[in-house]
C-alpha cells in the first residue's frame, strides 16, 4: 500500500575500485531509472567497528559519494545523502532497540564471524550488536519494500523482515482495532465479506500463504479508505496495521571483476583498480600483471585459461579482439604485453566518463555540498513521515 522504493547503503571505505562499479554501481546506476531511490553514506555504521578512529571518516565518505557520482549515480534521479545527516534513523533505532530481543541480535551471522574476523579488535559493544538493528532502522524508516545488497547482508534484511512483523504486531492494534475491523468489513459487499473471511480462515489456520496475496487483490478492488484497507489487510494477516514495511531484498550478483591476480577484485587482496584511477597507473599495473606461466619467453605458446588477463579480457574485449587473444596466445603470434594493450584501453575508455565528471564535481565542491544537503532534506521528509506513525503507535506524541 506504500509506494514501491529502492533503498541501499554503503559503509564509507575511502576510494572505490572496479569492482564496485561493477558489482554494485552500475546495479544502483540501472535502478535509478526505474525507481524512486534513496542511497545513502553509512558513516555511523562505519563506527561500529572504527570507533576508535573515527578521523578518516569523513574523508572517505566523500572521496565515496564523489566516485557514486563518477560512476553514474544522478541526483536529479537518486536521493543521496549521508546516514548521520538524517538523525531520525537514530530516534527509530532506539525506539526498535526497546523491542528487540537480544537473541535475535547475537543469532545473526554476522555478529560472531566479524568478531572472529576482526579479532584484533574489541568488538564486544552495544553498538556492533546493534549493527544490523540500525541497518533495519534505516530501511525501516523509508519503508523501503526494495533492498539492493549483497549476498552477506541477506540476513539482515531477514532480520528487518522479522522486526516489522513484530513492530505491527506489537504497536499496530490501534485502540479500538476490534471495531474498526468490524466497521470497515461492513462497507465490503456481502460477496467480498464471504470471500475475505474465508480467507483470512486459509491463512491463518492453514497457512496458505496464496490466501495473503488473494485478499490483497480483493481490498484493492473494494472501495474502502486507504486506512481500512490497511486495517483488513492486517487484521487478514493478523499483524495489526502495517505501520512499518517488511522489506524485500534485490540480490546484487557478486561480482564478476577478477583483480590484476585473478582473484575476485578486493581491497584486502590488494588487486585493485581504482575507480579514478589514474591512466598512467592503470597501464602500469596491467602491464605487471602475471600472465600464463608456461609463457617464458616470447615464443613460448600459452593458455588464455591459465592467465588472469584473459579474464579481463572478457569483460572489456569484443568477439574479435578475444578470438585474436585466443588465436594469438596459444600459436605465441602475440608477445603479453601487446595482449594486455585492449585491456588497457577497454579500462581507460570505461573511465573515461568516470573521470570526467568527477572532475567536474571536484572543481565544484559547493555543489557536492549542496547535493548532500538536499539528499538529506529529501530523505528527512520521508523519515520523519514514519517516525510520526511510529510516535503515535507507541503513544508518544506529545503535543
Ligand atoms: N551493512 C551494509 C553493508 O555493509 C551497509 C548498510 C547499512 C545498508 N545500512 C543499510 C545496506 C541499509 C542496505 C540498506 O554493505
Ligand atoms: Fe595471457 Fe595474453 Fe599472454 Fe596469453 S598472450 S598469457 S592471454 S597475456
Redesign the pocket.
Known amino acids: 500500500m506504500y509506494a514501491e522504493r529502492v533503498l541501499s547503503g554503503m559503509r564509507p571505505t575511502g576510494a572505490l575500485h572496479l569492482g564496485h562499479y561493477h558489482g554494485v554501481l552500475a546495479n544502483w546506476v540501472k535502478l535509478q531509472q526505474d525507481y524512486p531511490c534513496l542511497f545513502f553514506v553509512a558513516d555511523w555504521h562505519a563506527l561500529t567497528t572504527q570507533y576508535d578512529d573515527p578521523r578518516n571518516i569523513h574523508q572517505n565518505s566523500m572521496d565515496m559519494v564523489v566516485d557514486w557520482l563518477a560512476a553514474g549515480v544522478d541526483p536529479a534521479q537518486a536521493t543521496i545523502f549521508i546516514q548521520s545527516q538524517v538523525p531520525e534513523h537514530a530516534e527509530l533505532h532506539l525506539l526498535l532497540s526497546m523491542m528487540t530481543p537480544l537473541g535475535w541480535l547475537e543469532r545473526v551471522p554476522t555478529y560472531k564471524d566479524q568478531q572472529e574476523k576482526l579479532a584484533s579488535k574489541d568488538l564486544s559493544t552495544y553498538g556492533f550488536l546493534g549493527y544490523p538493528l540500525l541497518m533495519s532502522a534505516d530501511i525501516l524508516i523509508y519503508r523501503a519494500d526494495k533492498v539492493p545488497v549483497g549476498e552477506d547482508q541477506i540476513p539482515h534484511v531477514e532480520f528487518t523482515r522479522e522486526l516489522a512483523r513484530r513492530f505491527n504486531y506489537l504497536y499496530g492494534r490501534e485502540p479500538g482495532f476490534a471495531d474498526k475491523v468490524e466497521a470497515a468489513l461492513a462497507q465490503l459487499n456481502s460477496k467480498h465479506r464471504r470471500s475475505y473471511k474465508e480467507l483470512r480462515t486459509r491463512f491463518q489456520q492453514e497457512g496458505d500463504k496464496t490466501a495473503v496475496d488473494k485478499g490483497k487483490a480483493l481490498l484493492a478492488e473494494a472501495s474502502l479508505s486507504l486506512e481500512d484497507r490497511e486495517r483488513l489487510l492486517g487484521y487478514l494477516e493478523g499483524t495489526g496495521k502495517t505501520i512499518l514495511v517488511e522489506p524485500g531484498y534485490l540480490l546484487t550478483q557478486a561480482a564478476k571483476m577478477p583483480g590484476l591476480d585473478g582473484q575476485k577484485m578486493s581491497k584486502s587482496y590488494g588487486n585493485t583498480i581504482a575507480l579514478r584511477e589514474a591512466a598512467d597507473s592503470v597501464a602500469k599495473k596491467i602491464k605487471a600483471?602475471p600472465?600464463?606461466p608456461?609463457?617464458v619467453r616470447r615464443n613460448d605458446p600459452?593458455?588464455?585459461e591459465?592467465?588472469?588477463?584473459?579474464q579481463l579480457?572478457q569483460i572489456y574485449s569484443g568477439s574479435s579482439c578475444r578470438d585474436w587473444?585466443?588465436q594469438?596466445?596459444?600459436s605465441a603470434g602475440?608477445?603479453?604485453?601487446?595482449?594486455?594493450q585492449p585491456v588497457i584501453d577497454g579500462i581507460l575508455e570505461e573511465q573515461a566518463p568516470m573521470q570526467e565528471r568527477a572532475r567536474h564535481y571536484q572543481e565544484n565542491p559547493a555543489l557536492i555540498r549542496k547535493i548532500l544537503a538536499d539528499g538529506a532534506d529529501q530523505a528527512r521528509e520521508l523519515a520523519c513521515a514514519t517516525l510520526r506513525d511510529v510516535r503515535s503507535a507507541m503513544g508518544l506524541d506529545y503535543r
Open positions: 600483471m600472465t600464463d608456461a609463457r600459452g593458455d588464455p591459465k592467465c588472469p588477463v584473459w579480457h587473444v585466443q594469438g596466445c596459444k602475440i608477445g603479453c604485453l601487446e595482449c594486455k
